[in-house]
């Protein structure tokens, strides 16, 4: 496994197991970051954000990536398991996540239905047994 390499930024972002003298790794080590920095916009609390790569090959020319991704908040934690061929797709895919979550709303209270007036009024005028 390689070592853990810490992205230099003002928020913890980890990326393990990822080769640092390759070029589409270092592309997709600064997507990563990008990414985190743009959600820590909208969640400025975030505790930390690791990637772990884990890299297959049964051929010697090709290899499968499989990247798991761990974002804690405060609150909760998010998780995205993402593979592919090309480590650069499969953080392009993990940002496209990363954006969604800025977009989806926060928690926001559930609506209260209320029972229909006719129904509290047959409630309340019930025969008593």
Same mark, same amino acid.
């Given at each position: 496994? !390689?070592? =853990?390499?810490?992205?230099? =930024?003002?928020?913890?972002?980890?990326?393990?197991?990822?080769?640092? !003298?390759?070029?589409? %790794?270092?592309?997709?080590?600064?997507?990563?970051?990008? %990414?985190?920095?743009?959600?820590?916009?909208?969640?400025?609390?975030?505790?930390? #954000?690791?990637? =772990?790569?884990?890299?297959?090959? &049964?051929?010697?020319?090709?290899?499968?990536?499989?990247?798991?991704?761990?974002?804690?908040?405060?609150?909760?934690?998010?998780?995205?398991?993402?593979?592919?061929?090309?480590?650069?797709?499969?953080?392009?895919?993990?940002? %496209? &996540?990363?954006?969604?979550?800025?977009?989806?709303?926060?928690?926001?209270?559930?609506?209260?239905?209320?029972?229909?007036? #006719?129904?509290?009024?047959?409630?309340?005028?019930?025969?008593? #047994?």
């Amino acid at each position: 496994m !390689q070592p =853990t390499t810490e992205v230099s =930024t003002s928020l913890p972002v980890y990326i393990v197991g990822l080769d640092d !003298q390759d070029i589409e %790794s270092s592309l997709a080590k600064t997507r990563f970051q990008r %990414s985190i920095e743009s959600l820590s916009h909208v969640y400025p609390e975030i505790g930390e #954000a690791r990637a =772990t790569v884990k890299t297959f090959s &049964k051929e010697k020319a090709r290899k499968h990536y499989e990247v798991h991704v761990l974002i804690r908040m405060p609150k909760h934690q998010v998780e995205f398991i993402e593979e592919g061929w090309s480590i650069e797709e499969v953080f392009e895919n993990i940002g %496209s &996540k990363i954006k969604r979550l800025m977009t989806k709303p926060r928690d926001s209270p559930s609506r209260r239905r209320f029972p229909a007036r #006719a129904v509290t009024a047959a409630a309340r005028f019930q025969p008593i #047994a």
